[in-house]
């Protein structure tokens, strides 16, 4: 366990930059019905198997699959359903056979992982849990392999003094071996903060890189809760997204960029303006030359205000918005709470929370954006829940084929949510 004695004090900078009026660029969207096969790989069926995944998986170079569980597992007591567990699928001939390589919420470990896992070096596996842990807020850690399983260590317990708690995005891995993430409350202005891991002899030192809600600087208002975790540029620079706050109140994109040991935070967009997305629950993708994509879970111009997929680019005078998808209208998908991911031939990928008709309350939707000069055309590839279907769609991964798996955190034959595999 980290020794916390050696928590460094940490200088926060807690100045907003202000850049000048957004810009916002709307293209015109195409929706179109695509057909794909669905492949169930894996029906969880609870206790002591995991139950509700709220994250989607990784893949290895084996072709295995590796994710987590917000339930299930062999602790909880008889009352509980489990306090989640770790799994990999293994490819097993036609199928998977599944390992359920940690169960959560043994004494003073972790307990209900709610987010994807990170690959480390020699095959460690990094997480975070949003409870749990030395103070009941939350941990990260890692599972490291061995010839007998794999045997998890508590690298962080969060909820001490000024610390963040409820960490519900993944975490990020970068030189030295250093973690990066995010909790979704807490901090010195209670609105949630960004962290460092730096691996020290004694165990790991977090150093607080951003605490959210911060005052109002030159009319700039910070974002607040973090529910996603980060994504870094070559020059070691963060982005990502909160859930409130920013100008409308309605959510921000940041970047918090390295300088002279601290790191400066710009709100680079803030949602919520007039036909704008609202509330990103999921985090940001870097594309080429700057270029960042992401969700908005509400708002946009449709009626129903379903949404929208976004793009922002970099410009002289700060961020350019470009409203890719909005969702919700006729045969679309709409409340995309998972984040995008890039797959061949640069289409983004991703799922809806409620299928292509959100007026009869379909159960989820898993789309792609072909993007094209001044206009993006969307393909809705599979809506979820007919049958003894999964329901409740999270992220993709797309492999190197355009073969997409997921999760589902609810149906499957057992109704405690499945993984999923969609080829065209």
């Not at 995944?53 to 909880?76: F, N």
């Not at 993944?170 to 609105?191: D, F, R």
């Not at 009319?219 to 607040?224: H, K, L, P, R, S």
């Not at 992401?294 to 449709?302: A, H, M, N, V």
Request: proline fraction near 5%.
């Amino acid at each position: 366990m980290l020794n916390r004695r050696n928590l460094l004090p940490v200088g926060i900078c807690v100045t907003v930059v202000c850049l000048a009026a957004p810009v916002v660029r709307s293209i015109r969207p195409q929706v179109a019905q695509a057909q794909s096969i669905e492949t169930i790989l894996w029906n969880f069926a609870g206790s002591p198997d995991g139950a509700d995944p709220t994250a989607g998986i990784i893949e290895d170079a084996s072709g295995a699959l590796y994710g987590t569980t917000e339930l299930g597992g062999i602790y909880g007591g008889r009352r509980s359903k489990g306090l989640g567990t770790a799994f990999k699928l293994n490819p097993n001939g036609p199928g998977y056979s599944e390992q359920i390589i940690w169960s959560f919420g043994n004494g003073r470990d972790g307990m209900l992982p709610n987010a994807a896992l990170t690959f480390g070096s020699s095959g460690v596996l990094y997480g975070t849990t949003t409870g749990g842990g030395l103070h009941g807020k939350g941990t990260v850690f890692a599972l490291v392999p061995s010839s007998s399983g794999y045997a998890e260590r508590v690298l962080w317990n969060f909820g001490r003094e000024r610390d963040g708690f409820w960490p519900y995005g993944s975490v990020i891995t970068g030189a030295s071996g250093v973690l990066y993430g995010t909790t979704v409350a807490g901090g010195k202005n209670g609105g949630g903060i960004v962290f460092a891991l730096t691996p020290s002899r004694s165990g790991y030192v977090e150093n607080v890189l951003w605490s959210f809600g911060a005052p109002s600087k030159a009319g700039q208002a910070d974002g607040e809760a973090p529910y996603a975790g980060l994504v870094a540029d070559a020059a070691g620079a963060l982005y990502g997204t909160t859930y409130y706050g920013g100008t409308y109140g309605s959510g921000t994109a940041y970047k918090l960029a390295p300088q002279s040991g601290k790191y400066n935070e710009s709100v680079i967009w803030s949602f919520g303006g007039s036909g704008d997305g609202k509330f990103p629950i999921a985090g940001l993708i870097a594309g080429t030359a700057g270029v960042l994509y992401g969700t908005c879970s509400e708002g946009g111009s449709r009626p129903a205000g379903g949404g929208m997929a976004f793009e922002l680019a970099p410009s002289s005078s700060g961020y350019v918005e470009s409203q890719l998808h909005q969702f919700g209208f006729r045969a679309d998908g709409w409340r995309p709470f998972a984040a995008l991911t890039m797959g061949p031939g640069g289409l983004l990928y991703g799922t809806t929370i409620f299928g292509a008709d959100y007026r009869n309350g379909e159960s989820g939707a898993a789309f792609s954006l072909t993007l094209r000069q001044r206009k993006t055309a969307e393909s809705v590839l599979w809506n979820f829940g007919a049958g003894s279907d999964g329901y409740g769609p999270n992220g993709l991964t797309a492999d190197a084929s355009g073969t997409l798996f997921g999760t589902t955190c609810c149906g499957g034959s057992a109704g405690n949510g499945t993984v999923f595999e969609l080829t065209r």
